[in-house]
């Protein structure tokens, strides 16, 4: 118990990736709200810690963590992994997931209300979802590559539209909060995608795919604002205050 008692979620996750899969099944919120010690975030979860940290003990000795992504990567790898890995997922899936969500509403829509709601809520982080991602490709992380790349060759921070990064990495942050509020209330919605006794193939896999969305979601989430986010800060931090001392 002590071992975790002190730590933060966010730490747990950052030093132990594998332990993700421990949040994702007591429904313990690593990515946005990772920053609740453990004990915080398992009685907003309305779960054991004992039972937690019994799971989290035993993945201690599992390093099936992905290979891909290591602490002492460069943010440019780690967004590239990013983009390449969960944006590209995230834009195939919301695409895929509209006909299919039509479909299934079309067919238990009138014996399921829930699921109109259901399809409000994903149309809704769909819309939410789309812009974030080209803002991220297009503003943010191209900035990033740029400011390492300059740090590394010893050219400082270069100048920013945005004034300091600390602004699109808020906006960006904010956004996650909300992609995550509504991901809480479509797996209320769904009753934790349980399908009913009459749920045809395509209700079933429906469920399973949103499932799926939603723990790619907060892997691209954990990895935005608890790695990426903090370090581009750091590394702007750290230079102005070196290029502001005197000589």
């Not at 799926?212 to 989430?221: A, F, S, T, V, W």
């Amino acid at each position: 118990m002590q071992e975790f008692g002190n730590k933060t979620v966010r730490e747990i996750a950052l030093e132990l990736p594998q332990t993700t899969r421990v949040f994702e099944e007591f429904k313990i919120d690593y990515c946005c709200g990772g920053r609740k010690p453990l004990a915080e975030a398992c009685a907003n979860a309305g779960v054991d810690i004992s039972a937690v940290v019994e799971k989290l003990t035993r993945t201690m000795s599992d390093r099936q963590a992905d290979p891909s992504i290591t602490p002492s990567d460069s943010l440019t790898k780690l967004m590239d992994h990013i983009i390449d890995t969960h944006h590209v997922y995230t834009r195939k899936e919301l695409s895929a997931l509209f006909p299919l969500m039509e479909k299934v509403v079309r067919a238990h829509g009138g014996n399921h209300p829930e699921l109109l709601e259901l399809q409000e809520s994903f149309i809704e982080l769909a819309n939410d979802l789309m812009p974030h991602l080209e803002k991220e490709e297009l503003v943010l992380f191209p900035y990033i590559r740029r400011m390492e790349q300059n740090v590394r060759n010893g050219l400082g921070v270069p100048a920013a539209p945005f004034g300091t990064v600390m602004n699109p990495v808020r906006m960006m942050m904010m956004e996650h909060d909300t992609a995550g509020d509504i991901l809480k209330k479509m797996r209320l919605l769904s009753g934790d995608y349980t399908t009913p006794p009459d749920a045809c193939p395509s209700f079933t896999g429906l469920f399973h795919r949103l499932q799926e969305l939603e723990r790619d979601l907060h892997q691209h989430i954990h990895l935005e604002n608890n790695v990426l986010f903090p370090e581009a800060l750091e590394i702007e931090e750290r230079e102005l205050t070196q290029s502001a001392s005197p000589m």
